[in-house]
């Protein structure tokens, strides 16, 4: 619920900053009951249907682009919410005007009732709003999010048209005093009606367009290791890319491991498939390594760094065929070397045993280097033994490493983003040589 009141409060600034720029333009008096049809109004209503519309659909855009993780996404969704909420709202302004006044003549004229002039501005502006959230949506890049933005603006629309009389009709007096209006003709009252039905109309706009998604979502991915912990991407487009470039459709950040388009999730109905995109790393789901995988309920996908758990409204399994079981689709992350037995050792010859054992970082500022390790604790993080103060994924005291026989024993202190074994996130496990440790972004093999 973060996120709607977020991006509701930015639809409502962008529609107060619209206000605030056209309403000095606005005519202050008229001279009769016909006027408000005159050409000056109608070029003045135009004006204020494209600024409106353009800055509520910026905002919202803007801000749902921002949600997506990258300044490409802001950029490309604020653009595109500029121009195609200028464009749709002027023409829904003029639409919802054609129809408002079929149905209800000029109902919209001083003097006329004040529930058919409700009603009248009502049907505008509800076509108004979701002519707007037709925009919005578009520049999501998705047919969902075009059928959320019509419905949220619809709902958010008609709210303001009702609201928009009433309290021009509440503050009329206020208005009137203020201009030191002297009694006959007629005045035009409605600067406050029109701040308050801008501000409405975006606070609506992203407040039902958000409500409309929550409601209707069906699967999603929340980022439960990783930067931005708790982060939540709707799975609503037909192919999701996951990977570091800034135009995926789920960014993941600050592992060098993780390439630019990684994976991707194809939507086919109710059925969601994880596939890797060939990358050196792999993919993982629930710590197996699969070259791809159809997603239940709960899954946990593992990329570089980061676990993504998958979820499903009503949080029950999605169904997957008999026909083909998940375990024939799931090759383990990390093959355990085969071991002999006693038995087949030749008894003759005895095992050697390293001179030393070190940790060799592979990747990051400090790739190449080589880190011996004893039998005394060894600490990683952004302070301790093994530095990587560059990198804000890692934690202060992120790990310890301490040699033990032939290999080494991890073990993670309780750092943020955990300490990963061959992709697989561990409290403590026995190394042994090749093995690699991931601690932040930053991978070492153990040599």
Request: hydrophobic fraction near 45%.
């Amino acid at each position: 619920m973060g996120r709607i009141f977020f991006v509701a409060l930015v639809g409502a600034i962008a529609g107060l900053v619209a206000w605030a720029i056209v309403e000095p333009f606005a005519p202050k008096s008229i001279d009769s009951i016909n006027a408000l049809s005159s050409p000056e109004w109608q070029r003045w209503e135009g004006f204020f249907a494209i600024a409106v519309g353009g800055f509520i659909g910026l905002g919202i855009a803007g801000a749902n682009g921002w949600y997506q993780g990258s300044r490409v996404h802001l950029m490309r969704s604020a653009a595109l919410g500029l121009l195609l909420g200028a464009v749709f709202g002027s023409i829904g302004l003029n639409v919802g005007g054609a129809i408002g006044t079929a149905v209800f003549g000029n109902a919209g004229q001083p003097g006329q009732a004040i529930l058919t002039t409700i009603m009248w501005r009502s049907t505008i502006f509800l076509v108004f709003g979701a002519m707007i959230g037709l925009g919005v949506g578009i520049a999501g890049l998705s047919m969902t999010r075009v059928a959320q933005g019509v419905i949220g603006g619809l709902i958010g629309g008609f709210v303001a048209g009702v609201l928009f009389d009433l309290i021009s009709a509440m503050t009329a007096s206020l208005v009137m005093t203020a201009r030191g209006a002297q009694d006959g003709g007629v005045q035009e009252i409605g600067i406050v009606g029109r701040a308050t039905l801008a501000v409405l109309l975006g606070l609506g706009i992203g407040f039902f367009t958000g409500i409309v998604a929550l409601v209707s979502k069906r699967a999603w991915l929340r980022l439960e290791v990783g930067r931005n912990e708790g982060k939540e991407w709707v799975l609503d487009f037909p192919q999701a890319y996951l990977g570091r470039s800034e135009t995926s459709h789920i960014p993941l950040f600050g592992d060098p491991n993780i390439a630019p388009m990684h994976a991707r999730i194809d939507r086919t109905g109710g059925r969601f498939m994880l596939i890797d995109g060939g990358t050196p790393i792999g993919i993982g789901v629930n710590g197996i390594r699969v070259p791809s995988a159809e997603l239940n309920h709960g899954d946990i996908i593992n990329i570089g760094a980061y676990n993504l758990r998958f979820l499903t409204r009503g949080g029950s399994a999605v169904p997957v065929p008999k026909d083909t079981p998940r375990s024939m689709q799931h090759q383990p992350m990390h093959q355990p070397i085969p071991q002999p037995s006693p038995a087949a050792m030749p008894t003759s010859i005895p095992m050697a045993v390293p001179a030393g054992v070190a940790l060799v970082a592979l990747d990051g500022p400090i790739a190449g280097q080589r880190f011996p390790l004893g039998p005394q604790e060894t600490i990683v993080g952004r302070e301790g033994h093994i530095l990587v103060s560059f990198d804000s994924s890692a934690s202060r005291r992120h790990a310890s490493i301490v040699q033990a026989g032939n290999g080494a024993i991890v073990r993670d202190l309780g750092s943020t983003n955990g300490t990963l074994v061959n992709g697989v996130r561990v409290q403590e496990m026995t190394l042994r040589a090749g093995d690699t440790v991931k601690i932040g972004a930053t991978t070492f093999r153990l040599e």
